[in-house]
């Protein structure tokens, strides 16, 4: 084994790897517990006796695909890097050449696990931001452009890394590697910030609307707010996924060793945000959210061309003769509102017995 002690880096490769392993190890116990709940979000309905599994037909295939395959990538990016560790310290004579080979399949095995588990990651990021804006494209389109760039880094550094010509012995903090490492986390952590501004911008305008339609409607019932509180979770879970993604870039600019303990907690963060988003969604609530974007384009049709017929209430939620007031999903907890008027003249706006049921929309 070569003697490290030699090596003029503060932070020598040997090192780095193997504390890497050890942060890499210690995020995913974490994880694993997410995936626990995520799982139950996915598989299981209902509390209490009406507790059950969902049906085939019931699930959502798209994102049980997506959480098993973080999983997979997850555990599998964890085994080889004990894996590597052990080749190198134990089978190897010399430790630091055989971390230093980049054409090693595990060096080629282990980038793409972290490519594809933070493309995987931003894609959910900015799915669950389209469904809150309504399933609106133009809405999350300089976050698709972001992506793209992003997917051409990904495969830029892939390919530079598994290109016979690239040099052997090199570190990702090579000149060959870096840049792609470079421009990659720098576009992930701007796309990230991106998306959740916007995201916990709509949030917070559902918030204003629903407060609005309460205090025309002259409700006396204390409404918790609770969107600011789902603002702040939001907005506190994209900032520690960010943060390790800015980190990660600013480890890789001053060509430090601890680029490597940096990126495995990245993959395995990555796997965690998304466990937390998905446990805090589900199926209803997009449906939901839906809704209340049709309802918003509804309102703003009526105001510019008012009926007899119909009228706005608050801004926000539309009602009529021939139309049923939505349920409106903002966030997790339910808090409901019951309001029956007298019928008078004004049957046609506030017919007898009305029920509005405000959720809150989970992001």
């Not at 931001?129 to 399933?135: E, K, N, S």
């Not at 009228?311 to 409901?336: A, C, V």
């Amino acid at each position: 084994m070569s003697n490290t002690t030699t090596n003029p880096n503060p932070f020598p490769l040997t090192a780095a790897q193997l504390s890497g392993n050890f942060c890499e190890t210690l995020f995913y116990g974490m994880y694993l517990v997410t995936f626990t709940f995520c799982a139950r979000t996915l598989l299981i309905t209902g509390s209490g006796r009406e507790e059950r599994w969902l049906r085939l037909h019931e699930i959502r295939w798209m994102m049980m695909i997506v959480a098993l395959t973080l999983f997979a990538i997850c555990t599998f990016d964890t085994a080889i890097g004990l894996l590597h560790n052990f080749h190198a310290f134990v089978q190897s004579e010399d430790a630091e050449k055989e971390l230093l080979n980049i054409a090693d399949w595990i060096n080629i095995a282990r980038s793409v696990n972290q490519t594809v588990a933070m493309i995987l990651g931003d894609f959910v990021l900015i799915y669950r931001c389209w469904i809150v804006y309504g399933r609106r494209w133009l809405v999350i389109t300089p976050s698709l452009i972001l992506y793209l760039g992003n997917l051409a880094m990904a495969a830029k550094l892939i390919e530079v890394e598994a290109n016979p010509k690239t040099h052997r012995d090199i570190s990702l903090n090579s000149s060959q590697i870096r840049p792609w490492w470079l421009a990659f986390f720098a576009i992930t952590a701007i796309q990230n910030i991106l998306t959740t501004a916007i995201l916990i911008w709509r949030i917070w305008r559902v918030e204003k609307q629903s407060e609005r339609f309460m205090n025309h409607s002259g409700s006396m019932v204390h409404q918790p707010r609770h969107l600011r509180k789902v603002i702040r979770v939001i907005a506190e879970s994209g900032a520690a996924y960010t943060t390790c993604v800015f980190v990660t870039f600013l480890v890789s600019v001053t060509q430090s060793n601890a680029l490597y303990p940096t990126s495995d907690m990245t993959l395995i963060t990555t796997g965690i945000a998304f466990n937390v988003i998905l446990v805090r969604s589900s199926a209803r609530r997009d449906q939901q959210f839906t809704v209340f974007d049709q309802n918003e384009r509804t309102t703003i049709l009526d105001s510019a061309h008012r009926t007899a017929g119909s009228t706005t209430i608050g801004g926000s939620i539309n009602f009529n003769r021939h139309s049923k007031p939505q349920d409106i999903e903002l966030m997790g907890t339910k808090s409901e509102l019951h309001s029956t008027h007298r019928r008078s003249s004004h049957d046609e706006i506030y017919p007898a017995g009305i029920k509005i049921t405000t959720t809150v929309v989970q992001a």
